[in-house]
Nanobody, 125 residues
């Protein structure tokens, strides 16, 4: 069992920034990919971004690719999602997820096995 732990959420004004962090036991290289997903009230959970276990591939949903960046810190076993120019429409619970070894990296928006508890991000107008 892999327990993912998210941190860094909170309340921010529109145009502001937040950085979400996900601790991955064993480090990002221990899994195929780490992804971020969000779920707004009354909506389905949707893909936001992902980084491969090797760090060589980073993928974004079109709506965030010009505003969000993703990075990993192997020493701290964390994957970070830097969210800039936040909009009220970004308000959601954000989840960190991991694809286990043996699964395919593609498609990057599906096939995640381990999930974090989720963390709230609220963007005020």
């Amino acid at each position: 069992q892999v327990q993912l732990v998210e941190s860094g959420g909170g309340l921010v004004q529109a145009g502001g920034s937040l950085t979400l962090s996900c601790v991955v036991p064993g480090g990002p290289r221990s899994i195929v990919a780490v992804g971020w997903f969000c779920q707004a009230p009354g909506k389905e959970r949707e893909f936001v971004a992902a980084i491969s276990g090797t760090g060589t591939g980073i993928y974004f949903q079109d709506s965030v690719k010009d505003r969000f960046t993703m990075s990993r810190n192997n020493a701290e076993s964390t994957v970070n999602l830097q969210m800039n120019s936040l909009k009220p429409g970004d308000t959601a619970v954000y989840y960190c997820a991991a694809k286990i070894i043996g699964s395919s990296l593609y498609p990057v928006h599906t096939g995640y096995y381990y999930w974090g508890q989720g963390i709230q991000v609220t963007v005020s107008s």
